[in-house]
T-cell receptor, first 114, second 110 residues
Framework: DTAVSQTPKYLVTQMGNDKSIKCEQN?????MYWYKQDSKKFLKIMFS???????INETVPNRFSPKSPDKAHLNLHINSLELGDSAVYFC?????????????FGPGTRLTVT | KQEVTQIPAALSVPEGENLVLNCSFT??????LQWFRQDPGKGLTSLLL?????REQTSGRLNASLDKSSGRSTLYIAASQPGDSATYLC?????????FGQGTRLTINP
């Protein structure tokens, strides 16, 4: 019954590798997001998709590329990983229901780049 | 650019106390404001969402208030319990996105 799920939960990889994180929501929401939480616990938005279209693209290196194959999925692909990419990445979703925009978060993926 | 500040950064109180967490934001043009809790190593759980037209929202022992014009929100926790220990984050929503504060790390001592 998980609302927003992410895989993997932990990801340890070396610098220079390419990796992907997957996100799925079963809430029927039309908007999905990727956030990054750094070592100081600041949570910042990276991307947002609405009905498979990119609507928010913050100042994120172009090594990060989101892909939304359908409304229920938003994946994050990262090329040429760097030490500074180590963080926890959260996926979230929301629905414009009566203007609420309430966001629901996944459990996070802890990425460690060595 | 929206900036969100949460005070205090950390709070430790004995069980049973009532407490208030504060959130201030610089841009009052918001649609709503969400309060979340984050347990160590876990994701975020939505606690309350206040619409910009609302002044208060309640859920169980939690009460959140919003004063949009002054850029302030508070989260009141009544009769605190050890299970309330977590980091509490506030996030006002502008035209497109949530902007998060750094959070208040709350510890309730038995």
């Amino acid at each position: 019954d998980t609302a927003v799920s992410q895989t993997p939960k932990y990801l340890v990889t070396q610098m220079g590798n390419d990796k992907s994180i997957k996100c799925e929501q079963n809430l029927g929401h039309d908007t999905m997001y990727w956030y990054k939480q750094d070592s100081k616990k600041f949570l910042k938005i990276m991307f947002s998709y609405n009905n498979k279209e990119l609507i928010i693209n913050e100042t994120v290196p172009n090594r990060f590329s989101p892909k939304s194959p359908d409304k229920a999925h938003l994946n994050l692909h990262i090329n040429s990983l760097e030490l500074g990419d180590s963080a926890v990445y959260f996926c979230a979703s929301s629905q414009v229901l009566a203007g609420l925009y309430e966001q629901y978060f996944g459990p996070g993926t802890r990425l460690t780049v060595t | 650019k929206q900036e969100v500040t949460q005070i205090p950064a950390a709070l430790s109180v004995p069980e049973g106390e009532n407490l208030v967490l504060n959130c201030s934001f610089t841009d009052s043009a918001i649609y709503n404001l969400q309060w979340f809790r984050q347990d160590p190593g876990k994701g975020l759980t939505s606690l309350l969402l206040i619409q910009s037209s609302q002044r208060e929202q309640t859920s169980g022992r939690l009460n959140a208030s919003l004063d949009k014009s002054s850029g302030r929100s508070t989260l009141y926790i009544a009769a605190s319990q050890p299970g309330d220990s977590a980091t509490y984050l506030c996030a006002p929503k502008g035209a497109q996105k949530l902007v998060f504060g750094q959070g208040t790390r709350l510890t309730i001592n038995p």
